[in-house]
């Protein structure tokens, strides 16, 4: 049976334009690929290129009074939101811009419209249109989910910070992941007086316990007003804010909620399950190693499969796709030790095991340090970095690395090449440091702090 495409991709975010264009580009086989919305997805649109840029944005105000310390004459006179968002708003419609353009070059046939799946084979457009095709790529992402309450609809989610008409000047974040406190602390830099509950005793669940610690002590002592063991009760709008209570029966009035309370994949109304894709707890589309659904000719990869919901695990996921069903070379995606930033203030980067992960699994020995550093300290700032390595005593192997400090992301994204390369605590020691930097300290500790 001939089909109009070889792949038909529905989703134009990190994980479906790469899959698309390295199809199209580098195997030659005709390629379309459906958008509802804007091309670049969830990363690009609604978050980690925005987030990231929020980041920078709320880091100028402490920098001008860092640069004071050292010496310029610089005055601050205040954060202008409008004039940020406006400049935001236009590297997003550049970045869109890049990724048509991307697509168009490499020869895929775009389609700007919602699609679903008609039968293993068969999609169909929003106008009724249907397009056949030898594969089907689902690449549809996630989106945030608020809990179920009364009230729910006078706070947003991450979807609406970047449209925010104003600055508020009082802001409640609800959740402890990683959403909720990076905007915590992008929030708090803006200068918007910042609360964030989170419903159990730590923020950042998973990640290992000292780093996380460390960065929530941090997050307060730069003001983030972090209440933990808090959830909202209820809320309803109240003027031009919203009114809440919390479960210390506590009422407060803030100008915008946010609810950062996680994210689920966006599976629905797609035929999905009529054509007998799996889908699990969540209504994450169940695929193997190779992100094949139960339905052979239909694969998923991204946030919609609710593995890793990373944007480079959904774009390597994409192209293990590519090669698996183009180039004849199955290829499972590799999920081990992927390294990851935290946005928050400090910053966190981290591979590996947390060390409560490495001690279930065997002895180790963990390696640590906490310093004020040069820059910070030379402007009087009381900010601490921290450092740890978990070591397996078994084959001496780096388990874990986990840094807070400015720049972490940077640092463990080269540290995370160790890791996975399989680098023992003897390597780290036998690189030479680089001085004077932070991240030295990661090839001169010395002393185990504990073993276990
Ligand atoms: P997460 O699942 O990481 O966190 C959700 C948070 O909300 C948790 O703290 C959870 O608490 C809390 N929560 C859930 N339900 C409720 C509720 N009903 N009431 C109160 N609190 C609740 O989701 P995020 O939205 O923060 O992020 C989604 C994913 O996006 C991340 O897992 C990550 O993969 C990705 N991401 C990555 C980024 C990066 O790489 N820098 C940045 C942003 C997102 P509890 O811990 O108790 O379950």
């Given at each position: 049976m001939a089909f109009d495409y070889d792949l038909f991709v529905i989703g134009g975010g990190s994980g479906g334009v790469r899959a698309a264009r390295v199809a199209a580009q580098e195997t030659g086989v005709k390629v379309a690929l459906a958008e509802e919305d804007r091309y670049g997805g969830t990363c690009v649109i609604r978050g980690c290129v925005p987030k990231k840029l929020m980041v920078f944005a709320s880091g100028y105000g402490a920098m001008a009074q860092d640069a004071r310390a050292y010496g310029w004459d610089v005055t601050e006179n205040g954060f202008d939101w409008s004039a940020f968002q406006k400049k935001m708003h236009a590297e997003l419609d550049r970045l869109e811009g890049i990724y048509r353009s991307l697509l168009k070059n490499a020869g895929v046939e775009t389609f700007d419209s919602r699609a679903r799946i008609a039968d293993p084979h068969t999609v169909e457009l929003a106008d009724g249109t249907r397009k056949t095709a030898k594969h089907i790529l689902i690449a549809v992402g996630g989106r945030p989910v608020k809990p179920d309450m009364t009230g729910a609809e006078h706070a947003i989610t991450s979807n609406g910070i970047f449209d925010l008409k104003e600055?508020?000047?009082s802001m409640l974040i609800v959740g402890g992941g990683y959403i909720a406190s990076e905007f915590a602390g992008v929030m708090n830099g803006m200068g918007v007086a910042t609360t964030q509950f989170y419903r159990g005793a730590q923020i950042l669940r998973g990640f290992d316990d000292e780093a996380r610690n460390f960065v929530a002590e941090e997050m307060v002592a730069r003001g983030v007003d972090l209440q933990r063991e808090t959830n909202?009760?209820?809320?309803?709008?109240?003027?031009?804010?919203?009114?809440?209570?919390?479960?210390?029966?506590?009422?407060?009035?803030?100008?915008?909620?946010?609810?950062?309370?996680?994210?689920?994949?966006?599976?629905?109304?797609?035929?999905?399950?009529?054509?007998?894709?799996?889908?699990?707890?969540?209504?994450?589309?169940?695929?193997?190693?190779?992100?094949?659904?139960?339905?052979?000719?239909?694969?998923?990869?991204g946030d919609v499969t609710d593995r890793a919901n990373l944007t480079p695990v959904a774009i390597r996921e994409g192209m293990a796709f590519v090669e698996t069903v183009f180039e004849g070379n199955p290829t499972k995606s590799d999920h081990d030790l992927i390294p990851t930033a935290i946005f928050t203030q400090p910053e966190m980067g981290t591979v590996g095991m947390s060390e409560e992960e490495a001690k279930a699994q065997g002895p180790i020995e963990v390696y640590k340090t906490s310093f004020k550093p040069m820059q910070q300290g030379f402007a009087g700032r009381g900010e601490r970095v921290?450092?740890?390595?978990?070591?397996?005593?078994?084959?001496?192997?780096?388990?874990?690395?986990?840094?807070?400090?400015?720049?972490?992301?940077?640092?463990?994204?080269?540290?995370?090449?160790?890791?996975?390369?399989?680098?023992?605590?003897?390597?780290?020691?036998?690189?030479?440091?680089?001085?004077?930097?932070?991240?030295?300290?990661?090839?001169?500790?010395?002393?185990?702090?504990?073993?276990?």
């Open positions: 600055l508020p000047k909202i009760t209820e809320l309803r709008r109240e003027g031009a804010g919203v009114w809440t209570k919390d479960t210390n029966g506590i009422e407060k009035v803030y100008d915008q909620v946010m609810f950062a309370t996680g994210r689920c994949p966006n599976s629905d109304n797609l035929g999905l399950e009529e054509v007998g894709v799996a889908l699990g707890r969540k209504g994450e589309i169940i695929v193997d190693e190779y992100s094949q659904t139960a339905v052979p000719s239909i694969y998923a990869v921290f450092m740890k390595l978990i070591i397996s005593q078994e084959n001496r192997k780096v388990l874990g690395c986990h840094i807070v400090a400015p720049g972490a992301g940077e640092m463990i994204q080269l540290a995370g090449i160790a890791v996975k390369m399989g680098a023992t605590k003897e390597d780290f020691d036998r690189t030479c440091a680089v001085h004077p930097t932070m991240s030295e300290e990661l090839v001169t500790l010395k002393t185990p702090v504990r073993t276990g």
